[in-house]
């Protein structure tokens, strides 16, 4: 009989390319863009709104590829949620997925709550609403509510049902707003003098310009909607990314045609326009793009028509996606154990996330029946900010943490430069919405405040570790103090005594505290249950050196599990808040042995405090030291780690350079600069100056006559450094003696990498 424990429900993979780029295209041409257009030309002038649009969209582009490099890695429903587990943490990730939730039922709201308004007042036009027993507003509320428990029931139907009407309601919303823009610019061509309508172009100035950008922000995130169907996709690695490109492209230029045709849609001094036609249009607010086009188009009946088809069309596809994204989000929060259970419940028969749907429709229909439709469209624009900063980040985290670890579908170009542009723009963008409206920062920051509380009183012990975090098996941990702290980070019990007995002075005279870690490194392939066999050498490792330290420096101790060693060890180092990490290099791959590449390179790239790593380390006192020097802030450290080694008295230090012809280094000087780091007496260090041409050959050959080589790594990833022949890398691959490779600490740079 099959264990029923076992038998696991999924989403069903049924959206094609098609499908989830029309799902983009519809959350984007929505709401947004008919509320926003009258309201920009009011608030930043003709030329603002085309600009507007345009500056939003290049903007959104550089997310746009945050989200589809990210995605085509961590394909999964989720989205920026998940981007944030991975790069950040639970805490961080529970507070983006929060916010995901939050802004696409809210914006799912607004576009129901448009849908009744031009509906309702088009009906109202042609007198079919006078047998209505309620006020108009209150048919409006009730109309939003309606389509909004439609469209509910529609996202319950399932996936392929939800992109087959997304898709049906999208294609509509294309044709509408395609043919307004196609009919105003063909009337600009016919009547040039309707372009005047564009002086003044910016009549208030370009700040204000940043004020709009704020606000009709929300038209742009539907590349968000298409990250949320990573486990409905059809070959999610490589349509995902394609889909949020391709929508953000054609959304971009859909919005520049419609916002010029809006402002030449009236011609000055026609019946009606007693003021400039950029005025007149600002003047009817929200509704200035439904009174801009009727002026376009013959009749009093043909304009608000179209108008109104387009407005249903685009509100409804909107309403589907934003739906079907916020349920997501929500499913996601459920699955990961971050809400409770019924948040996960995913229907056997539609193979849909009933749970998180049911509470998002709750969000949605609530709002829909109360909706201060400006302020709260602000609320969604500040909060979509908030979370795309936050891909950004995320994206130059994992990019530069996890590289190596994952298979990218695709990857952006320039890295990390669009992302960082990416983040200064929406700050900017966010701090200037204040002006469009202030309940926007009271209840975004609320929202996440409320976050914060249900992730400190609930999901923080309930949420469920995932197969990319790191996860600790035992732990001893440390007391908060003010203590030096040293990490050392023993794999082998057979050379744990070795390692930590050439530690014992470098932690003597730190006066540390010592952190014993051992990673356990579990092959992709073996379940997490079963690594517990993979941690008795670490732990046997732990022991040894325990023995020996623990009768003069207090210790505590961590065991864990990771997927990728140098991860796990860079991440137990900013966690520590360590000062100084030490392990060991064998220089060649050894079973239980770190590696130079996959795990030494990216540790001495990324650790944020200092860094000594032994290779070929032996038990004996080291009379003659040799520690090469070319300056710098690890050359310096390097001297210094080498007279905590070196024997008071009876050591001899030997500072050492290589002159050639085209470079000279002041040994000396550098020598006296910092003799007051060092911890032997001045008359036991030599400063040596060689001339020669190989600078590898001179700095190995001097060494035969040595007991110990301690250098410093350069500031470049060491893979990439050997094969351009960097000296410090060259020197420890080819030296046969005990050798320290060191790497300094580098204060705003360090704290950079602590955080980033």
Not at 621 to 643: H, M, Q, T, W, Y
Not at 677 to 682: E, W
Not at 686 to 707: H, P, W
Request: hydrophobic fraction near 50%; aromatic fraction near 10%; include cysteine.
């Amino acid at each position: 009989m099959t264990d029923k424990k076992h038998i696991t429900a999924e989403l069903s993979r049924e959206l094609s390319l098609f499908h989830i780029t029309m799902m983009g295209l519809g959350m984007m041409i929505g709401a947004g863009v008919f509320i926003g257009i009258g309201i920009s030309v009011r608030e930043v002038g003709p030329g603002g709104v085309v600009l507007t649009f345009a500056l939003n969209g290049v903007i959104a582009l550089l997310t746009a590829m945050s989200f589809a490099e990210l995605s085509s890695a961590i394909p999964r429903a989720g989205g920026a949620y998940n981007f944030a587990r991975i790069g950040f943490g639970r805490g961080t990730s529970f507070i983006a997925g929060w916010m995901e939730w939050f802004a696409s039922s809210v914006a799912g709201s607004l576009y129901a709550v448009v849908f009744a308004t031009y509906t309702l007042n088009f009906l109202a036009q042609l007198g079919l609403l006078e047998w209505l027993p309620v006020p108009i507003v209150v048919a409006r509320r009730i109309v939003a509510v309606t389509v909004a428990a439609l469209f509910m029931y529609v996202n319950y139907r399932g996936a392929s049902e939800t992109g087959r009407v997304g898709a049906f309601f999208t294609l509509g919303q294309m044709l509408f707003v395609i043919s307004i823009a196609v009919i105003g610019i063909a009337v600009a061509i016919a009547d040039p003098s309707r372009v005047q309508n564009f002086r003044p172009f910016l009549p208030y100035g370009w700040s204000k310009l940043l004020v709009t950008m704020g606000f009709v922000y929300v038209a742009f995130e539907g590349f968000e909607v298409i990250a949320q169907a990573g486990d409905e996709a059809i070959d999610p690695k490589r349509n995902i990314p394609k889909a949020m490109l391709y929508s953000v492209y054609i959304v971009t230029l859909t919005y520049v045609a419609v916002s010029f045709a809006t402002v030449v849609a009236v011609k000055a001094g026609s019946p009606g326009v007693d003021t400039a036609p950029w005025e007149w249009i600002g003047r009817f607010g929200d509704t200035g793009f439904g009174a801009a086009v009727s002026k376009l188009m013959p009749g009093e009946f043909v304009g608000p028509l179209l108008v109104t088809l387009a407005v249903l069309f685009s509100s409804t596809s909107a309403l589907n996606a934003t739906v079907y994204s916020a349920a997501r989000a929500s499913y996601a929060l459920g699955r990961d154990g971050m809400l409770p259970a019924v948040f996960s419940k995913i229907s056997s028969r539609r193979k849909t996330p009933w749970g998180a749907l049911l509470f998002t429709s709750a969000i949605v229909l609530i709002v829909a029946g109360a909706l201060p439709t400006e302020d709260v469209a602000s609320c969604a624009s500040m909060m979509f900010l908030f979370l795309f900063f936050l891909v950004n980040l995320c994206v130059i985290r994992i990019r530069t943490n996890m590289g190596d670890e994952l298979s990218y579908g695709f990857v952006m170009p320039l890295f990390p430069l669009f992302p960082i542009l990416a983040i200064l723009c929406q700050a900017v963008l966010a701090v200037n919405l204040h002006e469009m409206s202030r309940i926007a920062w009271i209840i975004g920051p609320a929202w996440v405040v409320t976050g914060a509380a249900v992730y400190v009183f609930y999901s923080k012990s309930h949420a469920i570790t995932t197969e990319d975090e790191i996860q600790v098996f035992e732990e001893e941990r440390a007391p908060v103090g003010d203590e030096y702290r040293v990490m050392v980070a023993v794999a082998n019990p057979e050379n744990a005594l070795a390692l930590v007995r050439n530690t014992y002075k470098l932690c003597g005279a730190k006066r540390a505290r010592v952190e014993l870690l051992h990673m356990v490194e579990v092959p992709d392939q073996v379940p997490l249950t079963d690594a517990e066999e993979y941690m008795m050498r670490g732990k046997e490792a732990i022991v040894e050196a325990m023995l020996y330290l623990l009768p003069r420096f207090p210790i505590s101790t961590t065991v864990r599990y990771c997927r990728n060693m140098a991860r796990g060890i860079v991440s137990a180092v900013r966690e520590k808040e360590t000062d100084m990490l030490i392990m060991g290099w064998h220089g060649l791959p050894k079973a239980h042995e770190f590696r130079l590449g996959s795990t030494i390179d990216p540790i001495i790239e990324r650790t944020p405090c200092n860094v000594v790593i032994f290779k070929q380390w032996s038990n004996g006192d080291f009379k003659r030291i040799l520690v090469p020097l070319a300056g710098g802030p690890n050359g310096a450290f390097a001297l210094e780690v080498a007279s905590i080694l070196a024997e008071k008295g009876e050591s001899e230090l030997v500072a050492f350079s290589v002159a050639t012809e085209t470079t000279r280094f002041d040994l000396e000087a550098f020598v006296r600069e910092h003799r007051d780091r060092l911890y032997v007496p001045p008359d036991q260090v030599r400063a040596k100056v060689v001339a020669g041409r190989n600078v590898v050959g001179t700095i190995l050959e001097e060494a035969q006559s040595y007991d110990l080589i301690v250098l410093g790594a350069t500031r470049e990833p060491l893979i990439n450094q050997v094969t351009r022949g960097s000296i410090p890398e060259a020197v420890a691959r080819a030296c046969k003696k005990p050798l320290v490779m060191v790497k300094a600490s580098s204060g705003v740079r360090s704290w950079v990498k602590r955080w980033i």
